[in-house]
């Protein structure tokens, strides 16, 4: 993903979900109500992650979700 994109929309292939033109740095919170009733460790280590740019796109993956940089 480009380092320079501050907005995405967000795709999920698990659940029917999207979400658009959201700011990186409220990715986490955005994704995780998707989320709620999987109490798993993991998931939400790599819900925190998709606020960290370095593991941004290994967590987006290993979430299912698609993130598609916004013009």
């Known amino acids: 993903m480009n380092t320079n994109t501050r907005t995405v929309s967000v795709h999920s292939t698990l659940f029917d979900r ?13 994704v995780r109500p998707w989320f709620d009733e999987l109490a798993d460790a993991e998931i939400a280590r790599a819900i925190d992650n998709l606020d960290v740019p370095k593991s941004r796109c290994a967590a987006a993956r ?10």
């Open 62 to 71: 290993f979430l299912g979700l698609e993130l598609i940089p916004v013009a």
């Open 18 to 30: 999207q979400a658009n033109n959201l700011d990186l740095e409220g990715l986490s919170q955005a």
